[in-house]
């Protein structure tokens, strides 16, 4: 069976990209402030200090490894069935998981409730999917770059806005707030937002829609060579960012919260302006000019990093690599978002987070083996990881051209 897919008009696609955008805003803000806060949030949970890289390797690892073998079937569920309840799935369980760590009393508890996250994911292929069916394809870059900017604008907010909730209301009570705006953005997302039609394929078979879109994934060079570059610049972006919060507080020990929270904003900050101005720049340029430079760039920002011993020097070179790793994820979607068929979109862009897994997974005890040996080796192995996108790019043969 197959339906026919609509484009919408300039107010659609503009108002589901500005939904979708707001849906990640919430998203990125709540986990962003988990993560920065998550030190400090142990100790009070009386986990010594020896022990806090140890427990924080473990809650950000588990949830991932719980989502590697879920992570290929929301897209292809997505596609044989409701594209919506995959997308509401993800913002409800969001508010489970952030109450149950507002409410945790050991670390033990805390660890099951993060370990839900596996569940939570694979939303953002399908919003991307559901944004490709209603958007002109002259707009795509464009209206990607407005949807990837709600995540690094919850990066912006969320640390700052974590910092002057903890200073009121403590960790547990920003927690609670997270979860208030994680289930407003489910109600939203059921209330306004429509089941579009879309193309399908013939064969609506979970496993056969699965096996189509890898298929499809494996039969382009370009996409599975920018998958296996985000896989393993994720590593490297998981090497470290559980554990910049650790050092932020050691270069600022009078006001390690208020550090945190305005040295990660401005992060944030930084990929909220970058990632549709890289949209619009993928769109002049081409997709590889614009990965290589970010490549060099995001390398020698983390080099610069690895080796500051001041405040001021170590947060401009992080806001740095975050504008230029703001590409990568930039240019992905739009690539896969343009190339792939229409009928199997969901489902390919529903594997389109799998790399940030994979990055999840390893990344965190990567890291943690790296923390012991200290701050060059940690953000050295990062630097070294980000140059994936240039040389992936470099080993892919141009396109032959047209005959004459």
């Known amino acids: 069976m197959r339906t026919t897919s609509t484009r919408g008009t300039a107010a659609g696609w503009v108002a589901i990209a500005v939904l979708f955008a707001a849906t990640t805003c919430v998203e990125s803000m709540s986990w962003t402030q988990l993560t920065a806060y998550t030190p400090l949030y142990l100790r009070e949970l009386h986990v010594p200090a020896a022990q806090v890289p140890g427990w924080i390797a473990a809650m950000s690892s588990l949830g991932w490894i719980l989502a590697l073998p879920l992570a290929p079937f929301w897209g292809v569920l997505a596609d044989r069935y409701s594209r ?10 969001e508010a489970l998981v952030f109450a149950g760590w507002a409410l945790a009393t050991t ?86 937002m429509r089941d579009p039609e ?77 990632s549709p101005l890289w949209g619009l720049a993928i769109q002049r340029l081409g997709h590889r000019a614009v990965l290589n430079a970010t490549s060099i760039g995001a390398a020698t920002a983390l080099t610069a990093v690895a080796l500051s011993h001041s405040l001021p020097v170590f947060a401009l070179a992080l806001v740095a690599n975050g504008i230029f790793a703001a590409a990568i994820l930039t240019a992905s979607m739009a690539v ?49 990881l980000s140059l994936a996108p240039l040389i992936v790019l470099l080993t892919l043969r141009p396109p032959p051209r047209a005959a004459t």
Not at 84 to 93: D, E, G, N, Q, Y
Not at 247 to 265: D, H, Q
Not at 358 to 383: D, K
């Open 84 to 93: 919506k309840l995959v997308i509401v799935r993800s913002a409800a369980i």
């Open 336 to 384: 896969m978002a343009a190339t792939v068929s229409p009928e199997r979109r969901g489902a390919v862009l529903g594997q389109i987070l799998f790399p940030f897994y994979l990055g999840g997974v390893f990344g965190p005890p990567l890291g943690a083996l790296a923390f012991g040996i200290g701050q060059a080796a940690v953000f050295g192995i990062a630097a070294v």
């Open 198 to 274: 879309h193309e399908r394929p013939a064969d609506l078979r979970v496993l056969s829609l699965l096996r189509g879109a890898l298929d499809e994934i494996l039969s382009k060079p370009l996409v599975w060579r920018l998958f296996l570059a985000t896989a393993i610049t994720q590593v490297g972006l998981w090497t470290v960012l559980p554990y910049v919060p650790i050092y932020i507080a050691r270069l600022a020990p009078g006001n390690a919260v208020t550090a945190v929270g305005v040295v990660l904003s401005s992060v944030g900050l930084g990929q909220a302006i970058a």
């Open 107 to 192: 670390p033990v508890v805390a660890l099951v409730f993060r370990s839900l996250n596996g569940f939570i994911l694979g939303n953002t292929g399908v919003m991307l999917a559901v944004q490709a069916s209603t958007t002109p394809k002259q707009r795509l870059a464009l209206a990607i770059g407005i949807v990837g900017a709600g995540s690094p604008a919850g990066r912006a907010l969320g640390p700052i806005l974590g910092a002057a909730l903890v200073h009121v209301i403590d960790v547990r009570g920003m927690l609670l707030v997270d979860a208030a705006l994680s289930l407003l953005m489910a109600i939203l997302l059921t209330v306004v």
